[in-house]
Structure formats: C-alpha cells, structure tokens
C-alpha cells in the first residue's frame, strides 16, 4: 500500500485555527500528521517558561513526535498551527504495524524516519556550526514561502537571538 493511501484510508482530517495547538508539550500524542494546508510550529518550553522553536512544518510534511508515538512517554515539544490549517492525524503505532507486512508502506515509513533524522542533523550542525546571520541567510533561501507566514520573534526564537539581533542581522543581509 502507497503512504498516501494509508494516510487517506486510516487518517482522520483535523481543522485548527491560527494559534490553536495540535498537541502541548507534556501531553501524550501517539499520532503522526501530515500537513495538507497551512504552517505549523514546533517549538519547546523550557521550566522557566522560555520557548525554543524547534521547526516550522509546512504544506506536504509529516510531523509527529516520535519519543512520545514509539515509547508512549509525554510529548517532548508542543505542536501550534501558525495559520489556518488542514491536517491529516494517523497512529504511528497503525502505521508502524501495517509496515510489517506490506514492504511499500515500510519503504515509506522508512524515507519519513529518515527525513526527520536528516532534517534534526542538519538542524544540529547549522546551530553548531554557523552564524546566526548564516541560519537567517539559510531558512531565506531554503523555506522563502514560508517566511511571510512567521512573525519575526518565531523566527528569532528558532534562530536562538534575540528580536532585537534579528533586526540587525536583516539591515546587514538586506543591505547586501
């Protein structure tokens, strides 16, 4: 079976509103989400309450948290829909199942965990590795549709600066 048609076949269609969470940090979710219309963010809450964005999910990509989905632990971020959105819920857990037996949905479930360790890698070596005016200058050139649609202190709280940084880093990038 081809993943869409798991995802049609077993998903259910979910609408949320700007603003309105998908799941919070500390819940238990066991569902993976495919987005099919808008942008979601996933971020983390410290103790002090300070917010850290892990991710900015949009339209044709799959999120879920895997901590929680694979080890029924507590969600280790929250999951909040930065505009109107079309999702799609499916149990990780179902799909996990059903790959045992059908190679195509394996192969599938396979490119998905790939892709979430590939995009946490790289994630990790941007933050290590490059400037904070590099990470601006990358998310500009790799998610341009996306840019419009996340309000400045998002994008400084996933960069790891300050709003007042970030403006100085756009005056130096846009000046260029």
Same mark, same amino acid.
């Given at each position: 079976?081809? *993943?869409?048609?798991?995802?049609?076949? &077993?998903? $259910?269609?979910? *609408?949320?509103?700007?603003?309105? &969470?998908?799941? &919070?940090?500390?819940?238990?979710?066991?569902?993976?989400?495919?987005?099919?219309?808008?942008?979601?963010?996933?971020?983390?809450?410290?103790?002090?309450?300070?917010?850290?964005?892990?991710?900015?999910?949009?339209?044709?990509?799959?999120?879920?948290?895997?901590?929680?989905?694979?080890?029924?632990?507590?969600?280790?971020?929250?999951?909040?829909?930065?505009?109107?959105?079309?999702?799609?819920?499916?149990?990780?857990?179902?799909?996990?199942?059903?790959?045992?037996?059908?190679? $195509?949905?394996?192969?599938?479930?396979?490119?998905?965990?790939?892709?979430?360790?590939?995009?946490?890698?790289?994630?990790?070596?941007?933050?290590?590795?490059?400037?904070?005016?590099?990470?601006?200058?990358?998310?500009?050139?790799?998610?341009?549709?996306?840019?419009?649609?996340?309000?400045?202190?998002d994008i400084a709280k996933?960069?790891?600066?300050?709003?007042?940084?970030?403006?100085?880093?756009?005056?130096?990038?846009?000046?260029?």
């Amino acid at each position: 079976m081809k *993943f869409f048609e798991f995802v049609e076949r &077993h998903g $259910e269609t979910l *609408f949320r509103a700007q603003g309105e &969470h998908i799941f &919070h940090q500390g819940e238990g979710d066991r569902n993976l989400y495919l987005i099919q219309q808008g942008v979601l963010k996933a971020y983390y809450l410290s103790e002090d309450g300070k917010e850290t964005v892990k991710s900015f999910i949009g339209e044709g990509n799959v999120i879920g948290n895997l901590t929680a989905a694979h080890t029924d632990c507590e969600n280790t971020f929250g999951l909040v829909a930065l505009s109107d959105c079309v999702i799609r819920r499916f149990s990780f857990r179902h799909l996990y199942e059903a790959s045992k037996s059908d190679v $195509e949905l394996s192969n599938s479930l396979m490119d998905i965990l790939l892709a979430f360790a590939i995009k946490k890698e790289r994630r990790e070596k941007d933050l290590l590795c490059m400037s904070a005016q590099e990470r601006y200058e990358k998310l500009l050139e790799e998610t341009p549709d996306l840019i419009g649609k996340i309000t400045q202190n998002d994008i400084a709280k996933y960069l790891g600066i300050t709003p007042v940084a970030l403006s100085r880093i756009k005056r130096r990038v846009c000046g260029k």
